[in-house]
C-alpha cells in the first residue's frame, strides 16, 4: 500500500483555462484554448497570450496589484477545499513563485517620471506591497516561515520543493505554495526581443514549433503533515513525495544541450519519493514550444523514461505563466493523477525527428501512483516533483 507522510489536502488555480480547477480542468479536457491579444496594457506588439478575463474576488485588483489577486484567488479555493476556515495562530508555512510581484510591477512609476520628470510614490507603495507571501502571512495571520521565490520559470514549483523541506524540518504543520504571476510588458516585450514569442499558438515537442505564449495565472496547493490532517478529519489521496533541483550553470537562457541539470533533478525527486522511473504514470513537462527547451527536455525524458513515456504539456492551455507555471502545472498533474486521465498535449502534430518521444495527442486514460512535474528556468535551474496517489 501507497503511502505519504506529507498529504495535498487542498488544490486551486486560476488561468485562462479556468477560473478555479473545475471549470479549468473541463476546459482543458475538451481541448479548449483560450488565446486572444492582450487588453491589460498597451503594446504595438501582437503576439497572442493566454489572459485570465474572469473575475477576481479582491475588491479592486489595482489595491493589491494583478498579481496578489490572482494569488487570493486561487488560495481561498485551495483553502475551502482542504477544509481550512480558521487559519489565524497556525503553525502554516507560506512559500509563493513569483516573477512579475515584487519585481516587475513599477512600470507605472518609471513611465510617469520619464515624461514628467517627476511621480507619484503611489507606485512605489504597490510595489512594496507585492510580495505574495508577506500579502497571505498578514491576510492570514499564519505563524509559521513566509518565503517568495523568484527564480524566473521554476519559482512555482521550487515554492513548493521548499515547502515540502519546511514540513520534514517540523517549521510548520501546514504549508500553501505554488506560484502566481500577471502578464506584464516587460517580459512580453523581452521575450519578443529574445525572438522566442509565437505569432500563434504554442505547439510544444512539435517539429514546427516556434516559440511560446505567454499567460497569466496562480496554482496553489495546500501540503500538510498526515498528523494534523488526521487531527482535521481530513483524509485526502494525494501526496507530495519528492522533490529534485539542479543548475547546470550553462547559459542564461538556454539550457545545457546534454540536459544534465534536468537529469539530476529528476533522478534527486525519484530518490526522494524513494521510487523508480517504472514507477511514474505520466510526466506533465515544461514544454515551452521552444526550440530549445523542448529538444532538451524530451532528450532526457525518452533517456530517462524509455521510448514509451507517457507525457504532455499544458501550456498550450494555460501559456507560460512564468513563476506561476509550476504551481499550475503541479495542480493539474495532481487531479490529473487523482481522476485517471490527461488531456492531449494540446497544439502536437508532427513528430520531430530530433526528440525520440511524442506526447499524447489526446484524452489519455493513465493508471499508476505516481506522477512527474518538470520545470526548467533562465539561468540554467531545472526542478523537478514527484506526486503520489494513495492506495
Not at 483555462?17 to 503594446?43: D, P
Not at 480558521?86 to 519585481?103: E, F, H, L, N, P
Not at 516561515?145 to 514549483?157: D, E, H, I, R, Y
Amino acid at each position: 500500500m501507497v503511502k505519504g507522510d506529507f498529504l495535498i489536502t487542498g488544490l486551486g488555480s486560476v488561468s485562462a483555462a479556468g477560473e478555479n480547477l473545475e471549470s479549468a480542468m473541463a476546459s482543458i479536457g475538451a481541448g479548449v484554448r483560450n488565446s486572444a491579444s492582450v487588453s491589460i496594457f498597451e503594446t504595438s506588439l501582437t503576439y497572442p497570450v493566454f489572459e485570465y478575463r474572469g473575475p477576481l474576488d479582491f475588491g479592486n485588483p489595482m489595491d493589491i496589484g494583478r498579481t496578489l489577486a490572482l494569488l487570493n484567488k486561487a488560495v481561498n479555493e485551495a483553502l475551502i477545499d482542504s477544509g481550512l476556515n480558521d487559519t489565524k495562530g497556525m503553525r502554516i508555512g507560506i512559500c509563493i513563485g513569483t516573477t512579475v510581484a515584487s519585481q516587475l510591477n513599477d512600470l507605472g512609476f518609471y513611465r510617469s517620471y520619464r515624461e514628467t520628470g517627476t511621480a507619484s510614490l503611489s507606485p512605489v507603495d504597490l510595489f512594496l506591497k507585492g510580495n505574495p507571501a508577506e500579502f497571505l502571512s498578514h491576510k492570514l495571520g499564519t505563524k509559521g516561515p513566509s518565503l517568495t521565490v523568484v527564480n524566473a520559470c521554476s519559482s512555482g514549483t521550487d515554492a513548493i520543493g521548499v515547502a515540502l523541506s519546511w514540513l520534514k524540518s517540523d517549521l510548520c504543520d501546514i504549508a500553501i505554495a505554488g506560484g502566481a504571476d500577471e502578464l506584464s510588458q516587460i517580459p512580453y516585450a523581452g521575450f519578443s526581443s529574445l525572438g522566442i514569442l509565437n505569432t500563434g499558438l504554442c505547439r510544444p515537442f512539435d517539429k514546427e514549433r516556434k516559440g511560446l505564449n505567454l499567460g497569466e495565472g496562480a496554482g496553489i496547493m495546500v501540503i500538510e503533515k498526515r498528523s494534523s490532517a488526521v487531527s482535521r478529519g481530513v483524509m485526502p489521496t494525494l501526496f507530495l513525495a519528492g522533490y529534485g533541483l539542479s543548475s547546470d550553470a550553462y547559459h542564461l537562457t538556454a539550457p545545457s544541450p546534454d540536459g544534465v541539470g534536468l537529469s539530476s533533478s529528476i533522478h534527486e525527486a525519484l530518490a526522494e519519493a524513494c521510487i523508480t522511473p517504472e514507477e511514474i504514470s505520466f510526466v506533465n513537462a515544461h514544454g515551452t514550444g521552444t526550440q530549445d527547451n523542448d529538444l532538451v527536455e524530451g532528450k532526457v525524458l525518452a533517456e530517462i523514461f524509455g521510448s514509451g513515456v507517457t507525457f504532455l504539456s499544458t501550456k498550450g492551455y494555460t501559456g507560460h505563466t512564468l513563476g506561476a507555471a509550476g504551481g499550475l502545472e503541479a495542480v493539474f498533474t495532481s487531479v490529473g493523477l487523482r481522476e485517471g486521465w490527461i488531456p492531449a498535449s494540446a497544439g502536437f502534430c508532427l513528430q520531430d525527428d530530433a526528440i525520440l518521444i511524442s506526447p499524447v495527442t489526446k484524452r489519455s486514460e493513465i493508471s499508476g501512483r505516481y506522477a512527474l512535474s518538470t520545470s526548467l528556468a533562465f539561468g540554467g535551474n531545472n526542478t523537478a516533483l514527484v506526486i503520489g496517489l494513495e492506495g
